[in-house]
Each structure stands twice: as C-alpha cells, then as structure tokens.
C-alpha cells in the first residue's frame, strides 16, 4: 500500500469562510516546535511536543480556519510552549498524515470525519460472547482499516466465555492477525505487535476496550463496566485520546463513542486496491466493475485467480458486501 510520509513544510491550510488573502502576509513560523496531538475537546488541543513529557494547551491558529485537527495528528506550535498552568500555545502547521481513520456518520451521509490520524495499526476489540461477536462490524472497521493506510489487528476479548477459533476463521482468508486478549489471556504477542507503534483502538461498547486499555497503560485508569460511554453522561468522554505504552514503546489512542461507522466516503475499488495481488488482476475488469462476480459482475477479473489469491478475493467480496448493507451496528 502506498503510504505517504509526513513533510512537515508541508502545510495543508484550508482557506477559512472568510475570503481573507492565503499565504502572502502569513507568518512562515520557523520556530514551530512539532509535536504530536493526543487530545482534543471543545476548540482546545493537547500537544506533546517531541522530546517533552506532558501536553501543552494549544488553540488553532485563525490561519488555519477551521481545518481539522485530530488526535494522531502531528503539529507545529508557537507561543508559550512551556506547557504551565493557565498557558495557550497556538497551533500554526499541520503536518501531511501517513494514515487516516475515516468514519461517516452513516452510509449515507456525505461528510467524513476522521477518527484518528497517523495510526499505524488498527486495533479492532470484539468479545467472542456477551456481546455476542458481530462479523459486520469487524468487516467494517477492516475497511477503515485498509482504505486508511493502517494494519488491522484483530482482538477477541471474553475469550474465558466461548470459543474464539469459529469467529477468527472468517477472517483468516484476509490475512488479518487474530490476537486473544481477554482477561485471562497473556497479551506478551499484542505487546510486542505494537510495540514502537502508534496503534488506534476502536470497539463496541462493553466489548472489554477499557479492560484491555488497563492491562497495556496501566497508569491510564481507564473506567470500565459503563453501561454507555457516549452521550448523557457528563463526565464520559466522546473524543480520542492518545497514551503513551509503559517504557515509551509507542502510543494507543483510545476511541470512545464511536457509535456508527459509516463507509460512504469508501468505493470497491479503494477496498480491492488494498491487497496487491487482488489490485494488480483487477485492472483487467471493466469499467465501473463492483468486483462481487457473477451475477452483478460477470466479467470481473477477480474470478480469474485461483488458489490462497481467490480465496482473498472472496474474502473482500464479502467485506464489499459489507459495504453495501447499510447495518447499524450500534
Ligand atoms: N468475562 C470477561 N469479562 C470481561 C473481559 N474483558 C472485559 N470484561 C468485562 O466486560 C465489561 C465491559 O468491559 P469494559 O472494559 O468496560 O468495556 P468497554 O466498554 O469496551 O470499554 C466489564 O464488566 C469487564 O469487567 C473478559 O475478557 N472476560
Ligand atoms: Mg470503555
Ligand atoms: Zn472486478
């Protein structure tokens, strides 16, 4: 998968609903320091600037108009950078992203979000039993997953409750690692996947995301066993949040309240480009093929493959179908 690399003079500012003049008067803001964004709430960021502990407040520059910045995200920040209580350092550059964690509210609804910036890897927790496991909505943050430049890793939880091999046998075609993670499963082989990396964790809720949180940022204190984490609740959070892994050994944003995970923004062609060797045969379908296969698509190429390839091929298939029923799976 082509995956881009951040340049950090690279700045990708949006001109604001004013019509204000864009670039010639503004500051070029050589002493940015960069660093990266773990929080974000209500019009204010944290920022852990490279080679710092703790985050710095920040705002977004008027400059930047209201061009998105989310938690992953890494950024250039001038002012008072000291971090103290009571400071505001101003956010000025957005530096281009390496992946992209993409979400619309509904399949229907044309305005994407981004859930997470510049993750590496994409965490999907899904307990075997209570909730039940639902294949759609691992199939779909697979999607997320591939269209946005992360490796998907999937983690069963509640694995002391049923048996797992079932539920990790549909994705096995897709290549995907299937990790245990429940309570009573050592998570040494999850520890050293995401050890160095920045790694994003999404799940329904009370699936065991926090549980799991705990048990690799100990620190991170994670409240478990809500009912609901989104909504009503005053003091439950709705945003991404980045923490640090024990010994600096990469970061896990957490990604509460995401409550539907719309694909609009997603076509097949993005879904079957991510496997090359379903990319490289598909250029030989026609044009506007869906790659489902006969009946709907009797001349796509991808029934051309045989072997570990076709049953790729039918594995994306069934995530493309995936794609197409709009299930709420909330
Ligand atoms: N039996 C069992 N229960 C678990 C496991 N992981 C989490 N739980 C329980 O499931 C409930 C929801 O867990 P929580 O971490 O809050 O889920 P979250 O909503 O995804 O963050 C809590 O009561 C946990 O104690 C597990 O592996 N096995
Ligand atoms: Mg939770
Ligand atoms: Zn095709």
């Given at each position: 998968m082509a995956r881009r690399r951040y340049d950090e003079s690279d700045v990708r500012v949006r001109p604001g609903k004013?019509?204000?003049?864009?670039?010639?008067?503004?500051?070029?803001?050589?002493d940015a320091l960069f660093g990266m964004v773990v929080t974000k709430d209500r019009g204010r960021w944290g920022v852990v600037l490279d080679g710092a502990r703790g985050p710095v407040v920040c705002m977004r520059a008027r400059?930047?108009?209201?061009t998105p910045i989310e938690v992953g995200d890494r950024v250039g920040v001038v002012g008072d950078t000291s971090g103290a209580p009571g400071t505001l350092a101003r956010i000025v550059r957005l530096a281009e992203r390496s992946s992209v964690l993409r979400r619309t509210?509904?399949?229907?609804?044309?305005y994407e979000r981004i859930v997470v910036a510049n993750a590496e890897l994409l965490l999907i927790v899904c307990a075997v039993a209570d909730p039940p496991p639902r294949a759609g909505f691992v199939e779909r943050s697979l999607i997320a997953a591939f269209v946005g430049g992360l490796r998907p890793v999937l983690c069963l939880t509640k694995t002391d409750l049923a048996d797992h091999r079932a539920f990790a046998a549909e994705f096995a075609d897709l290549n995907v690692p299937v990790l245990t993670c429940g309570v009573n499963d050592p998570l040494d082989h999850l520890l050293s996947t995401i050890s160095g990396h920045t790694s994003a964790v999404i799940g329904h809720s009370g699936v065991g995301k926090s549980t799991l949180v705990n048990r690799l940022v100990?620190?991170?204190e994670r409240a478990t066993g809500e009912v609901s984490e989104v909504g009503k609740g005053r003091h439950t959070s709705t945003q991404s949040v980045a923490l640090r892994l024990p010994g600096d050994s990469g970061w896990i944003i957490d990604t509460p309240g995401i409550r539907s995970f719309g694909?609009?923004?997603?076509g097949a062609d993005a879904v079957v480009g991510a496997f090359e060797d379903l990319a490289q045969v598909a250029q030989?379908?026609?044009?506007?093929?869906?790659?489902?296969?006969?009946?709907?698509?009797?001349?796509?190429?991808?029934?051309?493959l045989s072997g570990a390839s076709a049953r790729r091929a039918a594995a994306v298939r069934a995530l493309l179908g995936a794609l197409r029923t709009n299930v709420d799976w909330d």
């Amino acid at each position: 998968m082509a995956r881009r690399r951040y340049d950090e003079s690279d700045v990708r500012v949006r001109p604001g609903k004013g019509s204000r003049p864009r670039t010639k008067n503004r500051p070029e803001h050589r002493d940015a320091l960069f660093g990266m964004v773990v929080t974000k709430d209500r019009g204010r960021w944290g920022v852990v600037l490279d080679g710092a502990r703790g985050p710095v407040v920040c705002m977004r520059a008027r400059e930047l108009g209201r061009t998105p910045i989310e938690v992953g995200d890494r950024v250039g920040v001038v002012g008072d950078t000291s971090g103290a209580p009571g400071t505001l350092a101003r956010i000025v550059r957005l530096a281009e992203r390496s992946s992209v964690l993409r979400r619309t509210a509904d399949d229907t609804d044309p305005y994407e979000r981004i859930v997470v910036a510049n993750a590496e890897l994409l965490l999907i927790v899904c307990a075997v039993a209570d909730p039940p496991p639902r294949a759609g909505f691992v199939e779909r943050s697979l999607i997320a997953a591939f269209v946005g430049g992360l490796r998907p890793v999937l983690c069963l939880t509640k694995t002391d409750l049923a048996d797992h091999r079932a539920f990790a046998a549909e994705f096995a075609d897709l290549n995907v690692p299937v990790l245990t993670c429940g309570v009573n499963d050592p998570l040494d082989h999850l520890l050293s996947t995401i050890s160095g990396h920045t790694s994003a964790v999404i799940g329904h809720s009370g699936v065991g995301k926090s549980t799991l949180v705990n048990r690799l940022v100990p620190q991170a204190e994670r409240a478990t066993g809500e009912v609901s984490e989104v909504g009503k609740g005053r003091h439950t959070s709705t945003q991404s949040v980045a923490l640090r892994l024990p010994g600096d050994s990469g970061w896990i944003i957490d990604t509460p309240g995401i409550r539907s995970f719309g694909l609009a923004h997603v076509g097949a062609d993005a879904v079957v480009g991510a496997f090359e060797d379903l990319a490289q045969v598909a250029q030989d379908c026609p044009r506007g093929c869906a790659h489902m296969g006969p009946p709907a698509d009797p001349e796509c190429a991808l029934d051309s493959l045989s072997g570990a390839s076709a049953r790729r091929a039918a594995a994306v298939r069934a995530l493309l179908g995936a794609l197409r029923t709009n299930v709420d799976w909330d």
